[in-house]
């Protein structure tokens, strides 16, 4: 079945300083991905949305210049928190839509710890 | 908005059948519905996705009403391992869409020995 590799899985940071997170999906060509991120005991909120070669779009209220996404090609797409902060903390999902079937697969989440 | 209304939490004994509902009474013509889960500190797994008839695959079964405004996941010999929240997704499917998944606060699920 699909797969959608996503590292790291955990990963800490001092404040101030960025982060990037990888979404690779390794056996099919994600037409478009989408980030998600979410807080403890609560759903997942939609971040963004990318398509391979153009700019994302952000859903409102997320700010694109601190959540800079970068979608290079069919198979990777990168979520980079800039000048992180302690209120960044949280669990960042990224999904995949398959470009032939349209399924959604979704990769094992970052959880980044801001300090 | 998430367009689908879940109870918060269920709970099921071991080996028997777990049955989560789900409303979508403002469902479109083109709208199916998904289940997906989220095990504890993990990414969501596709479980099912139907848009009218019943659906059943190696892990479940999907119900959906007649009028399409609800529906039942049916795990039919829920384990330990089935403790999860479970979300239920309504969204369009087609050859152009590239329609996003919006996630509402989904059902716990505990499955209790």
């Known amino acids: 079945g699909a797969v959608v590799s996503q590292h790291p899985s955990r990963v800490i940071c001092k404040s101030g300083t960025s982060v990037k997170i990888e979404c690779r999906s390794l056996?099919?060509?994600?037409?478009?991905m989408f980030w998600y991120r979410q807080f403890p005991k609560q759903s997942l909120m939609l971040m963004a949305t990318?398509?391979?070669?153009?700019?994302?779009?952000?859903e409102q209220g997320v700010e694109k210049d601190k959540f800079l996404i970068n979608h290079a090609s069919l198979t990777l797409s990168t979520l980079t928190v800039t000048s992180a902060h302690p209120e960044d903390s949280s669990f960042y999902i990224c999904?995949?839509?398959?470009?032939?079937?349209?399924?959604?697969?979704f990769g094992s989440g970052t959880r980044l710890t801001v300090v | 908005d998430a367009k689908t209304t879940q109870p918060p939490s269920m709970d099921c004994a071991e080996g028997r059948a777990a049955n989560l509902p789900c409303n979508h009474s403002?469902?479109?013509?083109?709208?199916?519905v998904y289940w997906y889960r989220q095990i504890h500190s993990q990414g969501p797994q596709y479980i099912i996705h139907?848009?009218?008839n019943n659906e059943t695959n190696e892990m479940a079964s999907l119900i959906i009403t007649e009028d399409r405004k609800s529906s039942t996941l049916i795990l039919p010999h829920a384990t330990l391992r089935d403790t999860a929240v479970y979300y239920c997704?309504?969204?369009?499917?087609?050859?152009?869409?590239?329609?996003?998944?919006?996630f509402g606060q989904g059902t716990t699920l505990q499955v209790k020995p």
């Open positions: 056996d099919f060509q994600a037409t478009t």
């Open positions: 139907g848009l009218k």
């Open positions: 999904s995949a839509q398959d470009r032939v079937f349209y399924g959604y697969t």
């Open positions: 990318s398509n391979e070669g153009s700019k994302a779009t952000y």
């Open positions: 997704i309504v969204r369009p499917y087609g050859s152009s869409n590239t329609g996003k998944l919006i």
């Open positions: 403002t469902i479109s013509g083109n709208e199916y």
